[in-house]
């Protein structure tokens, strides 16, 4: 296992308030970013819809990515939004990107901590994740945040990796790659939510195939060698391929895949 991958897999036994940007800075953050890519606009749609995002919302898309849900929800929705992101660089992509879409009156990008977030208690209509709170080990002081943030009679809308049934311990060893720290079951997320004072209104799994998903993920890595060996080096992209490719057949034997949630702050 390469140098860089084994550093960041120790970091994310240990992850904390504060420690994401140190996981997920840099090259290997923004290759991260590069495989997820940006095709997840019916399931954006669908989610939007159950939550009642519409005109004049005001949407905090926490761990925002490259920004694409945030600029569809501003774009077909009519919402205003906010993405606050941990990775400098990734803060740099998303707003360029919504620049170039003709957006940036309407969505902005923040750096910030999802975990100690500086925004006033009950500012925002609803709170947003895409695919990727998986990384948050503290998810119960996310939540609280998320609760905080969010104004009386708030939604809290997400989909995220999950682990649909248990298996044996190999997929997910450092050696794959898999650097989110702790996948919830849908029902374990309910559970957090709950605890944490929301009510929870609807859940369940996404339909479709993640290991497809997975399996585009890795033909975008192949495509992309030359720029991303050139960001992250030879050794580590061969552990990132190889790596994908046990989280491709976890997914395939129904280990993981992707589930949503919808909860309202009373």
């Not at 949407?59 to 925002?64: D, F, I, R, S």
């Not at 740099?92 to 901590?113: H, I, K, M, S």
């Not at 809290?156 to 989110?180: I, K, M, N």
């Amino acid at each position: 296992m390469g140098d860089i991958v084994r550093r960041k897999w120790m970091t994310m036994m240990d992850v904390h308030a504060g420690a994401v940007e140190r996981v997920y800075g840099g090259p290997v953050g923004l290759v991260w970013e590069m495989l997820a890519g940006e095709e997840t606009e019916r399931d954006t749609g669908t989610l939007a819809e159950r939550a009642g995002i519409g005109k004049g919302s005001r949407v905090l898309v926490l761990l925002p990515g490259a920004g694409e849900a945030a600029r569809q929800l501003a774009r077909d929705y009519g919402a205003t939004a906010i993405g606050l992101a941990a990775v400098p660089q990734v803060v740099d992509e998303a707003v360029r990107r919504t620049e170039a879409a003709g957006l940036p009156a309407r969505v902005d990008f923040q750096q910030g901590n999802a975990l100690d977030m500086t925004f006033h208690d009950g500012v925002f209509d609803a709170v947003w994740g895409e695919d990727a709170w998986c990384y948050v080990v503290d998810k119960d002081r996310m939540i609280r945040e998320i609760y905080r943030v969010l104004k009386p009679g708030g939604v809290l809308a997400f989909t995220d990796w999950v682990q649909v049934r248990a298996g044996d311990e190999e997929w997910h060893t450092p050696e794959t790659f898999r650097v989110f720290p702790h996948l919830e079951t849908v029902e374990s997320y309910a559970n957090v939510l709950e605890r944490n004072g929301f009510s929870v209104t609807g859940r369940g799994e996404i339909p479709g195939d993640p290991a497809r998903r997975v399996g585009e993920m890795l033909t975008a890595l192949r495509r992309g060698r030359d720029n991303i060996v050139g960001l992250i080096g030879e050794e580590a992209y061969d552990d990132a391929l190889r790596g994908l490719g046990f989280w491709e057949k976890a997914a395939g034997r129904g280990l993981v895949g992707r589930g949503w949630l919808l909860a309202g702050k009373p």
